[in-house]
């Protein structure tokens, strides 16, 4: 096998790498180049993965927050190239997660961070989510609200707890991420969490949390003592 490795293209050359050395040894650019698999122009898969990596900041996190449609229009990439990539770093991010399970309880708030931190980093804009769960506080599944703009997300309680009523769920959880990384509740998350808890008191449906992903932290406005909020 060796001898027909060194023989490969330039552009294999990331892969003799990772088949000879292991893949901890190829740079961030090679192995975004293994994913591309060919160049374009007379461009190398290495050369086109370096001028990607440049251009997202030579950080995975801002390449996987790129919308499809962007990341296909630049040159050299395309559909198929930029569907690999984006396939290959969700795959990253779920592994790196650790989602709640169908029927698994709820029981601190680490764990609604943990189950979203992977999908939410880095988003340019906000999204919000809410969990639904049983009388014994085991999840029966998530539902996406709503995505917002580039500061805020726009949620009002009947869209936030249609799931809910619907599938008669017993509690709720909800959480949404703020694209600054700090998740510092803003007087909009607080106005916001009031408004949901009141909901839900009418509704019969617990309101067990509310939290905010940001960048390595998050905020839970039941381990900060906000619930009920006032």
């Excluded at 650019?29 to 461009?43: D, F, K, N, Q, S």
């Excluded at 962007?70 to 930029?82: Q, S």
């Excluded at 449906?205 to 940001?214: P, T």
Aim: glycine share 10%; charged share 25%.
């Amino acid at each position: 096998m060796g001898s027909g490795i060194r023989n490969w293209p330039a552009q294999d050359r990331p892969r003799e790498k990772l088949l000879g050395r292991g893949a901890e040894a190829l740079t961030d650019p090679e192995l975004l180049a293994i994913l591309l698999r060919t160049g374009t122009g007379g461009e190398s898969a290495v050369d086109l993965a370096r001028r990607l990596w440049a251009d997202y900041g030579g950080a995975w996190h801002r390449l996987a927050a790129a919308a499809p449609g962007e990341l296909a229009a630049r040159p050299g990439l395309g559909p198929a190239k930029a569907s690999a990539v984006l396939a290959a770093l969700e795959i990253g991010r779920r592994m790196a997660g650790r989602p709640l399970t169908l029927r698994e309880p709820f029981r601190a708030s680490r764990q609604v961070y943990d189950h979203f931190a992977p999908r939410l980093r880095g988003l340019p804009k906000e999204r919000f989510y809410c969990l639904l769960l049983d009388a014994r506080n085991r999840l029966l599944r998530e539902e996406r609200v709503s995505e917002g703009t580039l500061t805020q997300s726009l949620v009002h309680p009947r869209e936030a707890f249609r799931a809910a009523v619907r599938e008669a769920a017993s509690a709720v959880i909800f959480a949404h991420n703020h694209p600054s990384g700090d998740p510092s509740p803003s007087g909009d998350d607080r106005e916001l969490t009031r408004r949901l808890w009141e909901a839900g008191r009418v509704l019969g449906i617990r309101v067990l949390d509310h939290v905010i992903v940001g960048e390595g932290r998050f905020y839970s406005f039941a381990d900060e003592g906000e619930f009920p909020p006032v």
